[in-house]
């Protein structure tokens, strides 16, 4: 089969590779009918997750047609239409049973690796490094999807892929990060982010009530993006004026109830905070630049919720702990506990609630994807979200 | 009624005792650590925590530099080799400043040493590298490991106050917390036939009467190695303890402890394995190379486990089927390895 592969920083290359092959009782193969790139495969792209290897196949986000099951999957059988999410649980572990999915004990062969780094490991990705469980991802025609009795969700063949595919990932993604915010009526909800799970939070903040949700990014076209299709009230260039002034502004100087970080590891800001951070990277001082989250922190109202749903990989440099203890704030975060939110947030779509296709910018085949990553690293052409099809 | 077996006390290891039954310690603490001998020896393995160090931090903050220096071609795979080398050395420089058991930190080096070697060897093999460099590189590593040789054996006699069955002994404590009660969690593994399911070294257990047991175990480059092992203590529900009879390939003892954990999650197992590893510590350490270490291997062993007891079998990715390194893409003998594993 044609699958994406990862060479190096910035290297990527449509390969011919073994089909993939039952190797427990509860996998299933799935023929991928459509496939996306998220915007947490641009940091493996940049080359700033560890513990990837060249030849690794990527992709998280994924959904197509069951070609074969294993002895136990007894939920599933050819040629059921399934969307699969991007973090592998058992659905038996005390965390899976805690409905903590990302966190699932049993799914990361390579645990002994993420303990290293982290202390504990968290559940095996597709297409995510070694360190997440060496899983070959979805950018491929074909997928080997483990605990396929807990994960993948069927769907009903009335809604399109471009409708359900990102249940495998960015809606509940930004689902979570809304849902964490505890929004109450009357919150204003601020987003850092609108790349596709910055729109997926403003949209699910919207659905919870939020009464105000102000959207941070410096595209015009984002932007725009955020206030037209996703329900944002307010929006901030940062590059053309400053996020906290404005923001001050907005609140009247009480700052949001909740702020939410959709940026994650590789922020962009004001140029010197930019320089400073993009330094300390390229010297491994530090590996993630949390500009995004530093200024959360700084905004958010005291006794107010940060929801931080942007990848982070390893350590940050000047987090502003002072802001978090003596404003009392809360920090919620995490990888998508994707079991927990497909069914609800497909019963959302059906009922039409939300049409999650809002964010699809751009359409290639899967032999295209390294043309796609570029697009989308370098935001050519106003490129929000790239869908991939066999 | 209880037969116990003797534990490493104090002093660490007390290795002729093994094979004899004496008396087993249910509940040990870190106190059995032993303290780290404060003399000339200790203050040059801190020196060479210090040299970690410094090492380390050159190689995770210049490894272009670094990549320079020693010969070898600058590309990004050399980079992030040489960074990763810089975070072991930072590690192993920490643990052996650490002090608390500085004799393993020691021999960690030693095994980093030979990575280094085995990397440098690479390198004078290609094209691409400035062979002079590389020997000048790779003398320099010689010598410090000569030094980090010299270093563990002289804290291991001290550790050991000269005595011990072999200064190659292996000593072993993880535990891990599995969803379901002790006395289930005690059948299956009293029952040793089920060992290889989990035991990634361990081929195959034959039961020959209600104590003892035919052990065989996969062992460095290809080869295995076989002992009879005997039950030396059997609660049920709570404990089983082991060890090998005399002239085993692999002198060896081992204890599980099955304890309900809090809540309803289930049982804590504690496990507590010393074996004598063939080749010694040069030995274990060639096999570390190829591997994880051996308190990796357990808690991976007990990972495997929770798996099998969990979810019904071990958990397999595209690349964890593969010994050592393979990229995360299906291959064409994966279902072959997939099934026998």
């Given at each position: 089969?044609?699958?994406?592969?990862w060479?190096?920083?910035?290297?990527?290359?449509v390969?011919?590779?073994?089909?993939?092959?039952?190797?427990?009782?509860?996998?299933?193969?799935?023929?991928i009918?459509?496939?996306?790139?998220?915007g947490?495969?641009?940091?493996?792209?940049?080359?700033?997750?560890?513990?990837?290897?060249?030849?690794?196949?990527?992709?998280?986000?994924?959904?197509?047609?069951?070609?074969?099951?294993?002895?136990?999957?007894?939920?599933?059988?050819?040629?059921?239409?399934?969307?699969?999410?991007?973090?592998?649980?058992?659905?038996?572990?005390?965390?899976c049973?805690?409905?903590l999915?990302?966190?699932?004990?049993?799914?990361?062969?390579?645990a002994w690796?993420?303990?290293?780094?982290?202390?504990?490991?968290?559940?095996?990705?597709?297409?995510?490094?070694?360190?997440?469980?060496?899983?070959?991802?979805?950018?491929?025609?074909?997928?080997?999807?483990?605990?396929?009795?807990?994960?993948?969700?069927?769907?009903p063949?009335?809604?399109?892929?471009?409708?359900?595919?990102?249940?495998?990932?960015?809606?509940?993604?930004?689902?979570?990060?809304?849902?964490?915010?505890?929004?109450?009526?009357?919150?204003?909800?601020?987003?850092?982010?609108?790349?596709?799970?910055?729109?997926f939070?403003?949209?699910?903040a919207?659905?919870?009530?939020?009464?105000?949700?102000?959207?941070i990014?410096?595209?015009?076209?984002?932007?725009?993006?955020?206030?037209?299709k996703?329900?944002?009230?307010?929006?901030?260039?940062?590059?053309?004026?400053?996020?906290?002034?404005?923001?001050?502004?907005?609140?009247?100087?009480?700052?949001?109830?909740?702020?939410?970080?959709?940026v994650?590891?590789?922020?962009?800001?004001?140029?010197?905070?930019y320089?400073?951070?993009?330094?300390?990277?390229a010297?491994?001082?530090?590996?993630?630049?949390?500009?995004?989250?530093?200024?959360?922190?700084?905004?958010?109202r005291?006794?107010?919720?940060?929801s931080?749903?942007?990848?982070y990989?390893?350590?940050?440099?000047?987090?502003?702990?002072?802001?978090?203890?003596?404003?009392?704030l809360?920090?919620?975060?995490?990888?998508?506990?994707?079991?927990?939110?497909?069914?609800?947030?497909?019963?959302?779509?059906?009922?039409?609630?939300?049409?999650?296709?809002?964010?699809?910018?751009?359409r290639?085949?899967?032999?295209?994807?390294?043309?796609?990553?570029e697009?989308?690293v370098?935001?050519?052409?106003?490129?929000?979200?790239?869908?991939?099809?066999? | 009624?209880?037969?116990?077996?003797?534990?490493?006390?104090?002093?660490?290891?007390?290795?002729?005792?093994?094979?004899?039954?004496?008396?087993?310690?249910?509940?040990?603490?870190?106190?059995?650590?032993?303290?780290?001998?404060?003399?000339?020896?200790?203050?040059?393995?801190?020196?060479?925590?210090?040299?970690?160090?410094?090492?380390?931090?050159?190689?995770?903050?210049?490894?272009?530099?670094?990549?320079?220096?020693?010969?070898?071609?600058?590309?990004?795979?050399?980079?992030?080799?040489?960074?990763?080398?810089?975070?072991?050395?930072?590690?192993?420089?920490?643990?052996?400043?650490?002090?608390?058991?500085?004799?393993?930190?020691?021999?960690?080096r030693?095994?980093?040493?030979?990575?280094?070697?085995a990397?440098?060897?690479?390198?004078?093999?290609?094209?691409r590298?400035?062979?002079?460099k590389?020997?000048?590189?790779?003398?320099?590593?010689?010598?410090?490991?000569?030094?980090?040789?010299?270093?563990?054996?002289?804290?291991?006699?001290?550790?050991?106050?000269?005595?011990?069955?072999?200064?190659?002994?292996?000593?072993?404590?993880?535990?891990?917390?599995?969803?379901?009660?002790?006395?289930?969690?005690?059948r299956?593994?009293?029952?040793?036939?089920?060992?290889?399911?989990?035991?990634?070294?361990?081929e195959?257990?034959?039961?020959?009467d209600?104590?003892?047991?035919?052990?065989?175990?996969?062992?460095?480059?290809?080869?295995?190695?076989?002992w009879?092992?005997?039950?030396?203590?059997?609660?049920p529900?709570?404990?089983?303890?082991?060890?090998?009879?005399?002239?085993?390939?692999?002198?060896?003892?081992?204890?599980?402890?099955?304890?309900p954990?809090?809540g309803?999650?289930?049982?804590?197992?504690?496990?507590?394995?010393?074996?004598?590893?063939?080749?010694?510590?040069?030995?274990?350490?060639?096999?570390?190379?190829?591997?994880?270490?051996?308190?990796?291997?357990?808690?991976s062993?007990?990972?495997?486990?929770?798996?099998v007891?969990?979810?019904?079998?071990?958990?397999?990715?595209?690349?964890?089927?593969?010994?050592?390194?393979h990229?995360?893409?299906?291959?064409?003998e994966?279902?072959?390895?997939?099934?026998?594993?």
């Amino acid at each position: 089969m044609k699958a994406n592969c990862w060479l190096g920083k910035r290297k990527l290359e449509v390969r011919e590779v073994p089909d993939p092959k039952i190797l427990n009782g509860r996998d299933a193969i799935v023929r991928i009918t459509s496939t996306a790139i998220c915007g947490s495969d641009l940091h493996i792209y940049n080359g700033l997750i560890p513990t990837m290897e060249k030849g690794d196949i990527l992709g998280h986000e994924f959904m197509g047609e069951v070609v074969e099951t294993g002895p136990s999957v007894k939920n599933l059988k050819v040629g059921d239409r399934v969307v699969v999410p991007f973090t592998i649980a058992c659905g038996a572990c005390a965390n899976c049973q805690r409905d903590l999915w990302s966190l699932c004990e049993n799914s990361n062969p390579n645990a002994w690796i993420a303990e290293k780094l982290m202390g504990h490991s968290p559940a095996g990705l597709f297409g995510y490094s070694h360190m997440l469980g060496g899983f070959a991802g979805g950018q491929a025609e074909y997928a080997r999807v483990p605990f396929a009795d807990v994960g993948p969700l069927k769907v009903p063949e009335e809604l399109t892929d471009d409708q359900v595919l990102f249940l495998s990932d960015i809606f509940p993604t930004g689902y979570m990060g809304a849902e964490m915010c505890n929004i109450q009526p009357g919150d204003v909800i601020a987003v850092w982010g609108c790349g596709p799970v910055g729109q997926f939070a403003i949209a699910s903040a919207r659905l919870l009530g939020a009464e105000r949700i102000i959207a941070i990014d410096r595209f015009p076209y984002r932007l725009r993006m955020a206030a037209e299709k996703a329900g944002a009230t307010d929006v901030i260039n940062y590059e053309e004026e400053s996020t906290l002034e404005r923001i001050n502004e907005i609140t009247a100087g009480r700052g949001p109830d909740a702020c939410i970080d959709a940026v994650g590891m590789e922020a962009h800001g004001p140029a010197a905070i930019y320089a400073y951070d993009r330094a300390k990277q390229a010297l491994m001082l530090e590996t993630d630049r949390p500009i995004a989250l530093r200024e959360a922190i700084m905004a958010c109202r005291p006794g107010g919720t940060v929801s931080v749903i942007g990848v982070y990989g390893g350590l940050i440099d000047k987090f502003p702990m002072g802001a978090l203890m003596n404003k009392s704030l809360t920090i919620r975060s995490g990888q998508t506990h994707m079991h927990r939110y497909m069914r609800p947030l497909l019963d959302r779509i059906q009922k039409g609630e939300i049409d999650p296709s809002f964010v699809i910018t751009h359409r290639m085949k899967l032999a295209d994807a390294p043309k796609g990553f570029e697009m989308f690293v370098n935001k050519v052409d106003n490129c929000e979200k790239v869908v991939l099809s066999a | 009624m209880t037969t116990a077996i003797q534990q490493p006390n104090r002093t660490g290891r007390r290795w002729e005792d093994i094979g004899e039954p004496s008396r087993f310690e249910w509940d040990q603490g870190p106190e059995n650590l032993s303290p780290p001998p404060a003399d000339r020896t200790v203050r040059t393995a801190r020196g060479l925590g210090w040299f970690s160090i410094g090492l380390g931090l050159a190689e995770v903050a210049a490894p272009r530099r670094m990549a320079r220096l020693i010969g070898v071609e600058d590309d990004d795979t050399h980079r992030n080799i040489l960074f990763a080398y810089g975070l072991r050395e930072i590690a192993s420089g920490l643990a052996i400043l650490a002090g608390e058991r500085p004799t393993g930190a020691v021999w960690a080096r030693v095994g980093g040493d030979l990575m280094d070697l085995a990397f440098l060897g690479r390198a004078m093999a290609s094209d691409r590298s400035e062979r002079g460099k590389v020997a000048l590189a790779t003398a320099a590593v010689l010598g410090v490991t000569a030094l980090d040789v010299m270093t563990g054996q002289r804290l291991k006699q001290q550790t050991d106050g000269g005595k011990g069955l072999s200064s190659g002994a292996i000593d072993v404590r993880q535990s891990i917390t599995i969803g379901r009660p002790p006395d289930e969690l005690y059948r299956f593994w009293r029952d040793f036939r089920n060992l290889p399911q989990f035991m990634e070294h361990v081929e195959s257990v034959q039961v020959l009467d209600e104590r003892r047991s035919h052990w065989k175990a996969k062992a460095p480059a290809g080869s295995s190695v076989e002992w009879d092992a005997s039950i030396v203590e059997d609660r049920p529900n709570e404990a089983i303890a082991w060890q090998s009879e005399p002239q085993a390939d692999v002198p060896n003892r081992g204890t599980v402890r099955f304890k309900p954990a809090p809540g309803n999650l289930g049982t804590e197992i504690h496990v507590s394995l010393q074996y004598d590893p063939p080749g010694g510590r040069l030995g274990a350490l060639v096999a570390k190379l190829f591997g994880e270490e051996p308190s990796q291997q357990v808690k991976s062993d007990l990972r495997r486990l929770k798996q099998v007891i969990e979810t019904g079998e071990v958990v397999h990715s595209d690349a964890s089927i593969h010994r050592g390194m393979h990229p995360a893409q299906p291959s064409a003998e994966a279902a072959k390895l997939g099934g026998d594993r």
